[in-house]
DNA sequence: GCTGAAAATACTAATAC
DNA sequence: GTATTAGTATTTTCAGC
Protein backbone atom coordinates (compact mmCIF):
# COMPACT_ATOMS: atom_id res chain seq x y z
CA UNK A 1 0.00 0.00 0.00
CA UNK A 2 1.43 3.32 -0.69
CA UNK A 3 0.43 6.81 0.61
CA UNK A 4 1.04 9.81 -1.48
CA UNK A 5 1.85 13.71 0.69
CA UNK A 6 -2.08 14.12 0.10
CA UNK A 7 -3.01 10.91 1.82
CA UNK A 8 -0.43 11.51 5.10
CA UNK A 9 -2.08 15.58 5.21
CA UNK A 10 -5.59 13.75 5.80
CA UNK A 11 -4.27 11.10 8.18
CA UNK A 12 -2.12 13.87 10.35
CA UNK A 13 -5.54 16.22 10.42
CA UNK A 14 -7.36 12.71 11.68
CA UNK A 15 -4.91 11.49 13.89
CA UNK A 16 -4.77 15.05 15.70
CA UNK A 17 -8.84 16.18 15.86
CA UNK A 18 -11.35 13.79 14.14
CA UNK A 19 -13.98 16.27 14.57
CA UNK A 20 -12.87 18.01 11.61
CA UNK A 21 -15.59 17.32 8.77
CA UNK A 22 -14.78 16.26 5.62
CA UNK A 23 -15.44 19.26 3.94
CA UNK A 24 -12.58 21.34 5.78
CA UNK A 25 -10.44 18.03 5.41
CA UNK A 26 -10.93 18.38 1.61
CA UNK A 27 -9.92 22.33 1.87
CA UNK A 28 -6.83 21.67 3.68
CA UNK A 29 -5.65 19.21 1.45
CA UNK A 30 -7.01 21.22 -1.71
CA UNK A 31 -9.26 18.10 -2.87
CA UNK A 32 -13.05 18.55 -3.39
CA UNK A 33 -15.47 16.51 -1.16
CA UNK A 34 -16.39 13.33 -2.95
CA UNK A 35 -12.40 12.43 -3.36
CA UNK A 36 -11.56 12.94 0.47
CA UNK A 37 -14.25 11.27 1.45
CA UNK A 38 -12.96 8.10 -0.72
CA UNK A 39 -9.68 7.97 0.38
CA UNK A 40 -10.68 8.17 3.80
CA UNK A 41 -13.62 5.36 3.51
CA UNK A 42 -10.24 3.47 1.99
CA UNK A 43 -7.84 4.14 4.93
CA UNK A 44 -10.83 3.27 7.25
CA UNK A 45 -11.27 -0.37 5.32
CA UNK A 46 -7.88 -1.00 4.83
CA UNK A 47 -7.21 -0.61 8.93
CA UNK A 48 -4.64 2.46 8.44
CA UNK A 49 -7.39 4.19 10.32
CA UNK A 50 -7.98 1.62 13.05
CA UNK A 51 -10.84 3.26 15.45
CA UNK A 52 -11.72 6.68 16.12
CA UNK A 53 -11.63 7.53 20.06
CA UNK A 54 -11.83 9.66 23.00
CA UNK A 55 -8.80 10.70 25.00
CA UNK A 56 -9.69 11.60 28.50
CA UNK A 57 -8.19 13.17 30.81
CA UNK A 58 -6.08 10.85 33.72
CA UNK A 59 -6.30 13.44 36.74
CA UNK A 60 -9.86 14.41 36.06
CA UNK A 61 -10.79 10.91 36.52
CA UNK A 62 -8.33 10.30 39.96
CA UNK A 63 -5.85 7.98 37.51
CA UNK A 64 -3.07 10.13 37.92
CA UNK A 65 -0.52 7.91 38.87
CA UNK A 66 1.87 5.65 35.97
CA UNK A 67 4.51 3.22 36.75
CA UNK A 68 6.92 1.72 34.42
CA UNK A 69 7.21 -1.90 34.80
CA UNK A 70 10.40 -3.66 33.73
CA UNK A 71 9.80 -7.46 33.72
CA UNK A 72 12.30 -10.62 33.50
CA UNK A 73 11.00 -14.23 32.63
CA UNK A 74 12.07 -16.77 34.91
CA UNK A 75 12.76 -19.08 31.81
CA UNK A 76 12.56 -18.13 28.45
CA UNK A 77 10.27 -20.61 26.91
CA UNK A 78 7.00 -20.24 25.62
CA UNK A 79 5.01 -21.73 28.21
CA UNK A 80 6.27 -19.04 30.48
CA UNK A 81 5.39 -16.57 28.06
CA UNK A 82 1.97 -17.80 27.41
CA UNK A 83 1.02 -17.80 31.82
CA UNK A 84 2.33 -14.21 31.84
CA UNK A 85 0.10 -12.96 29.10
CA UNK A 86 -2.81 -14.77 30.74
CA UNK A 87 -2.26 -13.03 33.86
CA UNK A 88 -1.40 -9.54 32.10
CA UNK A 89 -4.84 -10.03 30.18
CA UNK A 90 -6.29 -10.15 33.50
CA UNK A 91 -4.79 -6.75 35.07
CA UNK A 92 -7.03 -3.54 34.00
CA UNK A 93 -4.22 -1.46 35.20
CA UNK A 94 -2.26 -2.56 32.32
CA UNK A 95 -2.42 -0.62 29.33
CA UNK A 96 0.85 -1.12 27.03
CA UNK A 97 2.94 -4.40 26.69
CA UNK A 98 6.02 -4.33 24.68
CA UNK A 99 8.32 -7.38 24.52
CA UNK A 100 11.78 -6.24 24.93
CA UNK A 101 15.38 -7.21 23.23
CA UNK A 102 17.79 -6.99 25.82
CA UNK A 103 18.46 -7.67 29.42
CA UNK A 104 14.18 -6.98 30.17
CA UNK A 105 11.51 -9.21 28.27
CA UNK A 106 8.77 -7.37 28.83
CA UNK A 107 7.59 -3.43 29.41
CA UNK A 108 4.34 -2.72 31.04
CA UNK A 109 2.89 0.71 31.09
CA UNK A 110 0.64 0.73 34.61
CA UNK A 111 -2.12 3.38 35.34
CA UNK A 112 -3.91 3.19 38.95
CA UNK A 113 -5.02 5.71 41.36
CA UNK A 114 -2.52 5.34 43.80
CA UNK A 115 0.29 3.88 45.49
CA UNK A 116 -2.71 0.74 47.37
CA UNK A 117 -3.89 0.72 44.26
CA UNK A 118 -0.23 -0.09 42.70
CA UNK A 119 0.51 -2.46 45.23
CA UNK A 120 -2.92 -4.43 44.75
CA UNK A 121 -1.55 -4.65 40.64
CA UNK A 122 1.61 -5.86 42.27
CA UNK A 123 0.47 -8.72 44.85
CA UNK A 124 -2.10 -10.19 41.77
CA UNK A 125 1.09 -9.99 39.07
CA UNK A 126 3.42 -11.79 41.52
CA UNK A 127 1.07 -14.34 42.51
CA UNK A 128 0.12 -15.05 38.73
CA UNK A 129 3.91 -15.57 37.33
CA UNK A 130 7.26 -16.31 38.44
CA UNK A 131 9.57 -13.65 37.60
CA UNK A 132 13.14 -13.24 38.14
CA UNK A 133 12.69 -9.73 38.50
CA UNK A 134 10.74 -7.08 38.53
CA UNK A 135 11.62 -2.98 38.27
CA UNK A 136 8.99 -0.83 38.53
CA UNK A 137 10.02 3.07 37.08
CA UNK A 138 7.86 5.60 38.74
CA UNK A 139 6.30 8.13 37.40
CA UNK A 140 6.46 11.51 38.80
CA UNK A 141 5.19 13.61 35.60
CA UNK A 142 4.28 13.70 32.12
CA UNK A 143 5.46 15.91 30.05
CA UNK A 144 4.06 14.86 27.14
CA UNK A 145 1.63 11.63 25.49
CA UNK A 146 0.65 11.92 22.08
CA UNK A 147 -1.16 9.14 20.31
CA UNK A 148 -0.13 10.76 16.70
CA UNK A 149 2.22 8.95 14.61
CA UNK A 150 5.42 11.21 13.35
CA UNK A 151 4.11 11.60 9.73
CA UNK A 152 6.62 14.08 8.72
CA UNK A 153 9.09 11.42 9.44
CA UNK A 154 7.41 9.38 6.20
CA UNK A 155 8.54 11.73 4.18
CA UNK A 156 6.69 12.41 0.92
CA UNK A 157 5.93 8.98 -0.68
CA UNK A 158 6.28 5.78 1.18
CA UNK A 159 5.37 2.16 0.97
CA UNK A 160 5.11 -0.02 3.71
CA UNK A 161 3.97 -4.01 4.42
CA UNK A 162 1.37 -5.38 2.16
CA UNK B 1 -15.95 17.56 39.90
CA UNK B 2 -18.02 14.11 40.27
CA UNK B 3 -19.16 11.35 37.89
CA UNK B 4 -21.69 8.93 38.98
CA UNK B 5 -22.05 4.96 36.91
CA UNK B 6 -23.74 6.96 33.94
CA UNK B 7 -21.15 9.66 33.50
CA UNK B 8 -18.00 6.99 33.40
CA UNK B 9 -20.40 4.96 31.07
CA UNK B 10 -20.57 7.50 28.56
CA UNK B 11 -16.90 7.92 28.97
CA UNK B 12 -16.21 4.37 28.88
CA UNK B 13 -18.32 3.94 25.39
CA UNK B 14 -16.85 7.30 23.90
CA UNK B 15 -12.93 6.29 24.94
CA UNK B 16 -13.18 2.92 23.15
CA UNK B 17 -15.12 3.98 19.63
CA UNK B 18 -15.96 7.22 19.32
CA UNK B 19 -18.07 7.04 16.36
CA UNK B 20 -21.23 5.73 18.50
CA UNK B 21 -24.03 8.01 17.94
CA UNK B 22 -25.17 9.75 21.01
CA UNK B 23 -28.86 8.12 20.73
CA UNK B 24 -26.92 4.30 21.18
CA UNK B 25 -24.99 6.05 24.03
CA UNK B 26 -28.14 6.95 25.48
CA UNK B 27 -29.80 3.39 24.79
CA UNK B 28 -26.94 2.08 26.72
CA UNK B 29 -26.65 3.99 29.61
CA UNK B 30 -30.89 4.30 30.15
CA UNK B 31 -31.03 7.66 29.14
CA UNK B 32 -32.57 9.75 26.64
CA UNK B 33 -30.68 11.23 23.91
CA UNK B 34 -30.90 15.49 25.42
CA UNK B 35 -29.72 14.09 29.00
CA UNK B 36 -26.74 12.14 27.31
CA UNK B 37 -25.88 14.72 24.97
CA UNK B 38 -26.05 17.27 27.74
CA UNK B 39 -23.43 15.26 29.74
CA UNK B 40 -21.26 14.54 26.77
CA UNK B 41 -20.91 18.26 26.23
CA UNK B 42 -20.34 19.05 30.06
CA UNK B 43 -17.25 16.61 30.23
CA UNK B 44 -16.18 18.46 26.50
CA UNK B 45 -15.88 21.44 28.59
CA UNK B 46 -14.34 20.52 31.16
CA UNK B 47 -11.93 19.06 29.46
CA UNK B 48 -12.32 15.29 30.96
CA UNK B 49 -12.80 14.65 26.72
CA UNK B 50 -9.45 16.20 25.94
CA UNK B 51 -10.17 15.19 22.14
CA UNK B 52 -11.25 12.87 19.87
CA UNK B 53 -8.95 11.19 17.67
CA UNK B 54 -8.05 8.90 14.98
CA UNK B 55 -5.68 6.39 16.04
CA UNK B 56 -3.37 4.58 13.04
CA UNK B 57 -1.83 1.56 11.93
CA UNK B 58 2.40 2.20 12.72
CA UNK B 59 3.43 -0.85 10.81
CA UNK B 60 1.08 0.12 7.72
CA UNK B 61 2.25 3.72 7.48
CA UNK B 62 6.50 1.91 8.26
CA UNK B 63 6.84 3.22 11.35
CA UNK B 64 7.21 0.02 13.25
CA UNK B 65 9.94 0.90 15.21
CA UNK B 66 9.53 1.86 19.37
CA UNK B 67 11.99 2.06 21.12
CA UNK B 68 12.37 3.34 25.12
CA UNK B 69 14.75 5.31 25.69
CA UNK B 70 16.17 6.15 29.41
CA UNK B 71 17.97 9.69 29.74
CA UNK B 72 19.67 10.91 33.22
CA UNK B 73 21.07 14.33 33.76
CA UNK B 74 24.53 15.38 34.26
CA UNK B 75 22.82 17.91 37.05
CA UNK B 76 19.59 18.53 38.43
CA UNK B 77 19.08 21.47 37.84
CA UNK B 78 16.18 24.10 36.20
CA UNK B 79 18.58 24.78 33.53
CA UNK B 80 19.87 21.45 32.32
CA UNK B 81 15.89 20.54 32.74
CA UNK B 82 15.18 23.51 30.48
CA UNK B 83 17.63 22.58 28.23
CA UNK B 84 16.90 19.09 28.06
CA UNK B 85 13.27 19.92 27.15
CA UNK B 86 13.64 22.37 24.33
CA UNK B 87 15.71 19.87 22.54
CA UNK B 88 13.23 17.06 22.72
CA UNK B 89 10.50 19.47 21.90
CA UNK B 90 11.77 19.25 18.48
CA UNK B 91 12.67 16.18 18.08
CA UNK B 92 9.13 14.23 16.09
CA UNK B 93 9.98 11.06 16.96
CA UNK B 94 9.49 11.88 20.86
CA UNK B 95 5.87 10.41 21.32
CA UNK B 96 5.94 10.62 25.29
CA UNK B 97 8.01 11.84 27.77
CA UNK B 98 7.52 11.47 31.40
CA UNK B 99 9.86 12.93 34.28
CA UNK B 100 10.88 10.06 36.69
CA UNK B 101 11.62 8.89 40.31
CA UNK B 102 14.69 6.67 40.93
CA UNK B 103 17.89 6.25 38.62
CA UNK B 104 16.49 7.33 35.31
CA UNK B 105 15.07 10.91 35.25
CA UNK B 106 13.42 10.80 32.21
CA UNK B 107 11.84 8.21 29.91
CA UNK B 108 10.95 8.70 26.10
CA UNK B 109 8.84 6.49 23.70
CA UNK B 110 10.52 6.88 20.35
CA UNK B 111 8.75 6.16 17.57
CA UNK B 112 11.12 5.78 14.01
CA UNK B 113 10.35 3.75 10.77
CA UNK B 114 13.91 1.65 10.98
CA UNK B 115 17.37 1.51 12.60
CA UNK B 116 19.08 4.41 10.55
CA UNK B 117 16.27 6.72 11.75
CA UNK B 118 16.26 5.92 15.39
CA UNK B 119 20.51 6.74 15.03
CA UNK B 120 19.33 9.87 13.49
CA UNK B 121 17.24 10.53 16.18
CA UNK B 122 20.16 9.61 18.80
CA UNK B 123 22.85 12.01 16.81
CA UNK B 124 20.30 14.76 17.42
CA UNK B 125 19.43 13.98 20.87
CA UNK B 126 23.41 13.76 22.22
CA UNK B 127 23.80 16.45 20.40
CA UNK B 128 21.83 19.33 21.79
CA UNK B 129 22.01 18.03 25.94
CA UNK B 130 25.12 16.40 27.57
CA UNK B 131 23.45 13.49 29.21
CA UNK B 132 24.87 10.78 32.31
CA UNK B 133 23.84 8.08 30.63
CA UNK B 134 21.25 6.90 27.59
CA UNK B 135 19.52 3.39 27.96
CA UNK B 136 17.88 2.35 25.02
CA UNK B 137 15.55 -0.44 25.11
CA UNK B 138 13.95 -1.78 21.64
CA UNK B 139 10.62 -3.02 21.78
CA UNK B 140 10.57 -6.16 19.53
CA UNK B 141 6.75 -6.48 19.66
CA UNK B 142 4.01 -4.25 20.75
CA UNK B 143 1.57 -6.53 22.00
CA UNK B 144 -1.18 -4.13 23.69
CA UNK B 145 -1.33 -0.71 23.31
CA UNK B 146 -4.65 1.09 24.57
CA UNK B 147 -5.48 4.54 24.82
CA UNK B 148 -8.46 3.86 27.15
CA UNK B 149 -8.17 4.15 30.83
CA UNK B 150 -8.58 1.52 33.35
CA UNK B 151 -12.34 3.53 34.17
CA UNK B 152 -13.36 0.42 36.02
CA UNK B 153 -10.68 0.91 38.73
CA UNK B 154 -12.82 4.07 39.61
CA UNK B 155 -15.57 2.02 41.44
CA UNK B 156 -18.96 3.60 41.23
CA UNK B 157 -18.58 7.60 42.47
CA UNK B 158 -15.38 8.91 42.18
CA UNK B 159 -13.97 12.76 43.10
CA UNK B 160 -11.17 14.27 41.65
CA UNK B 161 -8.96 17.62 41.43
CA UNK B 162 -11.23 20.79 41.39
C1' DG C 1 -33.48 16.72 36.06
C1' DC C 2 -36.22 14.50 32.12
C1' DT C 3 -39.02 13.89 27.21
C1' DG C 4 -40.08 14.77 22.44
C1' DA C 5 -39.75 17.06 18.32
C1' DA C 6 -37.85 20.46 15.12
C1' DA C 7 -33.77 22.72 12.84
C1' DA C 8 -29.07 22.78 11.34
C1' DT C 9 -25.26 20.28 10.02
C1' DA C 10 -22.65 16.50 8.28
C1' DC C 11 -22.31 12.19 6.13
C1' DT C 12 -23.03 8.88 2.35
C1' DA C 13 -23.99 7.69 -2.25
C1' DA C 14 -25.03 8.40 -6.89
C1' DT C 15 -24.90 11.13 -10.91
C1' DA C 16 -22.71 13.45 -15.00
C1' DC C 17 -18.52 15.78 -16.40
C1' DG D 1 -9.95 13.62 -10.31
C1' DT D 2 -14.38 17.66 -10.12
C1' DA D 3 -19.05 19.46 -9.40
C1' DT D 4 -23.61 18.80 -8.15
C1' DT D 5 -27.34 16.48 -6.36
C1' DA D 6 -30.21 14.06 -3.14
C1' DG D 7 -31.30 11.00 0.77
C1' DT D 8 -29.95 9.60 5.30
C1' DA D 9 -28.12 10.02 9.85
C1' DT D 10 -26.50 12.76 13.37
C1' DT D 11 -25.95 16.64 15.98
C1' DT D 12 -27.84 20.51 18.26
C1' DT D 13 -31.39 23.51 19.85
C1' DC D 14 -35.82 24.59 21.64
C1' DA D 15 -40.05 23.98 23.73
C1' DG D 16 -42.63 21.81 27.60
C1' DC D 17 -42.99 18.44 31.68
Redesign the pocket.
Known sequence: MTFDR?DLKILDILQRDATV???RIADQV??????????I?KHEEAGVIRARVALLDPDALGLSMTVFVLVEAVEHTPDWRAGFLAVIERLEAVRDVYRLAGTYDFLLRVVVADMPAFDRFYEKLTAGVRLRSVNSIFALECLRAETALPLSACGAGIEARS
Chains 1, 2 share one sequence.
Request: hydrophobic letters at 35%.
Open positions: IPVAGLSQTPCWKRQ
